[in-house]
Structures are given as structure tokens and as C-alpha cells.
Nanobody, 120 residues
Framework: QVQLVESGGGLVQPGGSLRLSCTAS????????MAWYRQVPGKQRELVAN???????HYADFVKGRFTISRDGTKNTVYLQMNSLEPEDTAVYYC??????????????WGQGTQVTVSS
């Protein structure tokens, strides 16, 4: 089966940068879209950025100009480069894949989440 493994979270000072990675292990035959979401306690999970294969990326207004989503199709990996981080960006970040594999098609497949904390 496919698993999404995230890495790159941690503690960073305001104004700093982090790069999150999410790699799908297992066999994916068709990759349709990837996305990053984030969630803070007591709030709903919110979309940060998404990338449909072959289309331009989409960003939430609160990260435009600061975050960049990209992918390495050869590795089934999606990245989130986060610059100019603010304390308000503190959250658990989750990757999400829409894909097909030998086990079927999945349009809402989640990683385990990685904590990002922005604090001085």
C-alpha cells in the first residue's frame, strides 16, 4: 500500500525558512494532484497550496509570495518551501495526494503531519 511520509518540520524564528517534503512510498500509477494543508488546535484544517499535475499551483492568500509548492515526479515527492515565516504560520502541516495505484484510486490521502513552530 501507499504511505505518505513527511519531513522537514521544526522550530524556526520569525522571518526564517523551512522546506517540507512529502514522499509517497509504494507504487503510484497515476498522480493527479498534491496539496499541503495546515491545522492548529481548535480550528479546521485549511488549504495552504495545491498542485494539479500539468496546471499552475494555487495558493491561499495568506501564503502568497512566501510559500512555493513544487514536485519531483520521478520521486512522487511534493515540497513546500516556506519563506518569511510568521508566528501565525505555526501549525501541523499535512500533505495530501490524489492518485491511483494497484489498490485503487484515492482522492484524499493524507500524510501523518509535521509540526512547524515559528517563535523567537
Amino acid at each position: 500500500q501507499v504511505q505518505l511520509v513527511e519531513s522537514g518540520g521544526g522550530l524556526v524564528q520569525p522571518g526564517g525558512s523551512l522546506r517540507l517534503s512529502c514522499t509517497a512510498s509504494g507504487s503510484i500509477s497515476v498522480l493527479n494532484a498534491m496539496a499541503w494543508y495546515r491545522q492548529v488546535p481548535g480550528k479546521q484544517r485549511e488549504l495552504v497550496a495545491n498542485l494539479f499535475v500539468g496546471l499552475s499551483p494555487h495558493y491561499a492568500d495568506f501564503v502568497k509570495g512566501r510559500f512555493t509548492i513544487s514536485r519531483d515526479g520521478t520521486k512522487n515527492t511534493v515540497y513546500l518551501q516556506m519563506n518569511s515565516l510568521e508566528p501565525e504560520d505555526t501549525a501541523v502541516y499535512y500533505c495530501n495526494f490524489d492518485f491511483c495505484s494497484d489498490f485503487g484510486c484515492f482522492d484524499d490521502y493524507w500524510g501523518q503531519g509535521t509540526q512547524v513552530t515559528v517563535s523567537s
